[in-house]
């Protein structure tokens, strides 16, 4: 770095797009555009907590869909595509979907199950959602995956990166991502990400305290709604506090930060679950 070292993130970003004038002038057509486009507000399913966000559905979709479409290259020979674990995942993931779905119809839901020994699990803007079968041990059985993919669907359909996304004011970074198709070669995208300071994609921005809690308690919902007994969450969670005391604690423990006063939480939604589960049964 030159003489801009030690300014703005915004300042070097700007240093670098200003060598590049081609670039530059379809960032600021980018950037002009998404300015005027206003912020949609949107309700966030079972929680109903209002949020102003820019990025449209179909923005969050091709966003997810870069980064998953990245990650499958990337670990191609880690995908599995047939046998019980692949046949488990996927028949979970359709119940959760078929769920989430409802609350975001333009959503396409993808699911891949990657051998890998992280217990983890996420689930992309747009819907596209990756499982690593690290983390069937502490699933265990179809309801504890529900618990997990209803939460991290849960993130998508609130709309927790693209809210992210506008709290660090990266959505003209976001929009200019969105353009890179044309406007950037892959390096010069990772630059200006690097510049940023964001370790990795827009996309992959850590959640808050609260997204977390709020994913919690939409996603207990969901695998309620999808036919699992609320209450195999309850004991879901427990594993994972159980396993986060372990020597080497879960990686979507290290992710969801899981305290004993998460259990609580949880434990507290059960009786509006029990509802939506007492539901899908008369149903
Ligand atoms: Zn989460």
Redesign the pocket.
């Known amino acids: 770095m030159s003489s801009a070292t030690g300014s703005s993130p915004w300042k070097r970003v700007l240093a670098f797009l200003v060598a590049r004038p081609l670039i530059a002038i379809v960032i600021a057509a980018v950037v002009v555009g998404i300015s005027l486009l206003g912020t949609h507000s949107q309700q966030t399913p079972v929680t109903h907590r209002h949020e102003h966000v820019k990025l449209t559905d179909a923005e969050q979709m091709r966003l997810g869909s870069q980064q998953y479409e990245k990650t499958l290259r990337q670990d191609a020979n880690q995908i599995i595509s047939s046998g019980p674990k692949y046949e488990q995942v996927q028949r979970v993931a359709q119940r959760i979907a078929a769920v989430a779905g409802r609350d975001k119809p333009n959503f396409v839901w993808r699911v891949t199950l990657l051998r890998k020994h992280e217990a983890n699990a996420y689930c992309l803007p747009g819907g596209k959602i990756v499982v690593y079968t690290g983390i069937l041990p502490v699933t265990r059985n179809d309801a504890g995956l529900a618990t997990v993919l209803g939460?991290?669907v849960a993130?998508a359909t609130a709309e927790h990166s693209a809210e992210r996304i506008e709290r660090e004011h990266l959505t003209k970074v976001a929009a200019a991502i969105l353009a890179g198709g044309v406007a950037f070669t892959p390096s010069q995208y990772l630059h200006i990400l690097a510049l940023l300071g964001v370790g990795g994609a827009a996309a992959e921005l850590p959640?808050s305290r609260s997204q977390?809690s709020e994913?919690d308690h939409i996603g207990l919902v969901y695998m309620a709604r999808a036919g699992y007994d609320p209450h195999q969450a309850v004991a879901f969670w427990q594993r994972m506090l159980a396993a986060s005391k372990g020597k080497e604690p879960p990686e979507f423990a290290s992710?969801?930060p899981s305290t004993a006063s998460r259990v609580e939480h949880v434990r507290g939604w059960v009786p509006e679950a029990e509802r939506a589960y007492a539901q899908y049964q008369s149903t």
Request: proline letters at 0%.
């Open positions: 939460h991290e993130h959640f977390e994913a992710d969801h």
